[in-house]
C-alpha cells in the first residue's frame, strides 16, 4: 500500500491556507510509527519509500512530493486523455502525441517526440507559496 502526500493543489489563497493548517510530512508519521515500521524493504522502481511492517506480506510506502523534491530522480510520464505526453503533473503542457500518431509518423519521430518529454521534466517541481493549480486540470493528467 502507497500513501502519497497531501499536496497543495486548488486554485487560490484559501487552499494554500487549508494545505499550510493541515499537511503532515510523511516523515514526521513515519517517525510516530518507529514499532511498526522497518525500513528493510528494498526500494521499488517508483517514488516511494517502502517499509515492512513486522510479520506482513506487503510494504508501506510513502510518496512525498510535498516535503521532499523528488522529481530530479521521477520515473514517471502520464497521458493526457487528449493525447499530450505530460512529464510532470504540474508542468505547463505535454508534448502533443495524439496528432503525431494520427498523422502517422515514423518510429523516429516518435521516439523523439518522447524523448522532447522526458527532457522537460523539471529539476523540482513549484510548490512555493504563490503555487496554484486547479485541481480539476490535475485529473486531466491523471493526478
Known amino acids: 500500500m502507497r500513501f502519497i502526500e497531501w499536496m497543495p493543489v486548488g486554485a487560490g489563497a484559501a487552499a494554500r491556507a487549508f494545505f499550510d493548517r493541515h499537511f503532515i510530512a ?8 518507529p514499532v511498526l515500521l522497518t525500513s528493510d524493504a528494498p526500494r521499488g522502481n517508483g517514488p516511494a519509500r517502502t517499509f515492512r511492517l513486522p510479520n506482513a506480506r506487503g510494504t508501506v510506502g ?3 512530493p510535498a516535503s521532499e523534491h523528488f522529481c530530479n530522480a521521477c520515473n514517471r510520464i502520464r497521458v493526457t486523455a487528449t493525447g499530450s505526453l505530460c512529464a510532470c503533473l504540474f508542468g505547463e503542457r505535454g508534448v502533443d502525441m495524439r496528432h503525431a500518431l494520427c498523422e502517422g509518423v515514423s518510429a523516429t519521430a516518435l521516439q523523439a517526440l518522447l524523448a522532447q518529454a522526458i527532457d522537460s521534466k523539471p529539476a523540482h517541481h513549484p510548490f512555493g507559496a504563490d503555487f496554484k493549480i486547479d485541481a480539476g486540470a490535475m485529473a486531466l493528467i491523471g493526478g
Open 26 to 33: 510523511a516523515n514526521e508519521l513515519i517517525a510516530r510509527l
Open 62 to 64: 510513502f510518496i512525498t
